[in-house]
């Protein structure tokens, strides 16, 4: 392993559950994982297997029941300010501009409003949307509210960023385009990703690595390491539908 | 020739206002021909696709169904949404007959219909299941299939598979050229997705962006199940991709 290869966070023995209607459901089986530094992970499963509760897990949202998640080597209980996260729905505030959404986790911080001015600035011109910085969510589309959505949490400089499934409401154009967006911003501001998706074509697209996951309860099912595929890439290179096409064999088919 | 044209589109154009929408759009349709349309994002495919069901009107332009000008109270058109339109109070069986129930076919017929389309979609152990105990993609089934056993005169679908992942799609993509090869049924197909598109049709509108004219029709000439990994596939999702490419 050469030296860059640093592992930033390890999961160990991650399960999770919950109780519905009287009955124990396992979301989350036994998931054990190493992100490395700086790397693009994305994390592959079908529909409704149990990745956003492994993703809320690492973020701290939902309560961490079994296992251990360590941090640069350090144990970590709950949320982290090293681990930033971009929703699946966009969860913008609809009252507040867009220069105000993402200030928002710099507010929290208790940064005065010319700091958060300039490093909101910052991210919003990074993620290309210089003059819309008051324009309000409904003034929108959804390939730029989600703009909105990666500024805010790369302002607040987390270490890890995760994004959940960022592009799930896109059409299949706009959806190339803000992935195209997020490997130059990616390579620009270096960063650990953990991209979480349920497209096969976009995780070859994006990933160094990719963690495909099983049907619920997640488990993991297989690593595929993309580092020989080359940047950027061709969706269309005989490799990459190769590639696809064997990630698609091993995936289960939640109908 | 004109005799095998289920549809015939002259001179559609669409403005809202100032703005101009759809441009002077005209084509053919033969009976039992897989249609499909691509444009950029934004261009007016939901316009288009409300035009042919006259849930617009055009501002110039005319539609005709078997060489009469459309009439939704004669002519049997179908639509089927992005997002999932099962009535939420209905179980699956009686969502399938609600259509034909509407249009007051004989019982006997309704039944044979439903038993058949249940059938072609494996859907047995659904029957008396309400759409919100189904997932997102069963759902979307039960509405494809409840459209094509309407044996409408035009079935029109605007991107039933939008959000789906590819394994998922490519076995819901097979079932629908399993029903549209069963049912013989005219079939316009909105995508955004261009793989899909040399997937599925038997020819490939291309629009332009807006005010949408048509770019180019592209004929798809390859034999059924297709390899998308084929080299031919490749080079027609290729040319393709170059007419709408803007991201």
């Known amino acids: 392993m050469d030296k860059k290869k640093q592992v930033i966070l390890s999961l160990r023995n991650i399960s999770h559950s919950f109780i519905v209607k009287n009955e124990v459901k396992a979301a989350v089986s036994d998931v054990s994982l190493d992100v490395y530094d700086n790397e693009f992970l994305v994390v592959l499963g079908p529909g409704h297997s149990g990745k956003t509760v492994l993703m809320n897990v690492i973020a701290g949202i939902e309560k961490l029941v079994e296992g251990k998640i360590y941090l640069r080597g350090e144990e970590i209980h709950g949320s982290n300010r090293s681990i930033g996260m971009v929703f699946q729905s966009l969860n913008l505030m609809p009252w507040r501009t867009v220069m105000q959404n993402v200030e928002f986790g710099l507010e929290l911080a208790g940064l005065d409003k010319k700091q958060r001015r300039l490093i909101a600035q910052k991210h919003i011109d990074l993620v290309r949307l210089s003059g819309f910085e008051s324009a309000y969510p409904h003034e929108l589309s959804g390939g730029m509210k989600q703009r909105v959505g990666i500024a805010r949490a790369y302002a607040n400089n987390p270490e890890i960023l995760i994004m959940d499934e960022p592009f799930g409401a896109l059409d299949a154009q706009t959806r190339y385009a803000m992935e195209e967006e997020v490997l130059r911003i990616w390579k620009e501001e270096k960063r650990t990703v953990i991209f979480v998706t349920n497209n096969i074509e976009e995780a070859v697209y994006l990933a160094d690595r990719i963690v495909l996951l099983s049907n619920c309860p997640a488990r993991v099912k297989h690593i595929y390491d993309l580092s020989s595929l080359g940047r950027p890439r061709n969706m269309m290179d005989p490799e990459f539908l190769r590639i696809r096409t064997e990630i698609s064999q091993n995936t289960d088919l939640a109908l | ?247």
């Open chain 2, 1 to 247: 020739m004109s005799g095998e044209h289920k549809v015939k589109v002259e001179n559609l154009t669409k403005y809202f206002d100032d703005l101009h929408v759809l441009d002077d759009v005209s084509f053919n349709i033969r009976k039992g021909e897989f249609l499909c349309v691509v444009g950029p994002t934004g261009c007016g495919k939901t316009t288009f696709l409300n035009l042919l069901t006259r849930i617009y009107m055009p501002t110039r332009g005319q539609l005709y169904i078997d060489g009469e000008p459309a009439d939704p109270k004669k002519h049997n058109l179908s639509v089927v949404f992005q997002e999932p339109s099962a009535m939420p109070w209905l179980t699956v069986d009686k969502n399938l007959r609600f259509g034909m129930e509407i249009k007051n076919l004989p019982k006997e017929e309704i039944e044979r219909r439903i038993e058949n389309m249940i059938g072609l979609l494996g859907l047995e152990q659904f029957r008396e299941r309400y759409p919100h105990q189904l997932s997102a993609s069963t759902a979307q089934r039960i509405i494809i299939g409840r459209a094509f056993a309407m044996q409408p005169d035009l079935l029109l679908m605007d991107e039933p598979y939008g959000q789906m992942d590819i394994k998922l799609r490519f076995y819901l993509e097979d079932e629908v050229i399993r029903l549209w090869k069963e049912m013989g049924t005219t079939v316009v197909f909105i995508t955004h997705n261009i793989e899909e598109a040399v997937y599925l049709a038997e020819r490939i509108l291309i629009l332009t962006n807006k005010p949408a004219r048509i770019r180019e029709e592209v004929t798809v000439d390859l034999p059924r199940p297709r390899d998308v990994s084929d080299p031919e596939f490749i080079k027609i999702r290729n040319h393709v991709t170059e007419q709408i490419k803007w991201w």
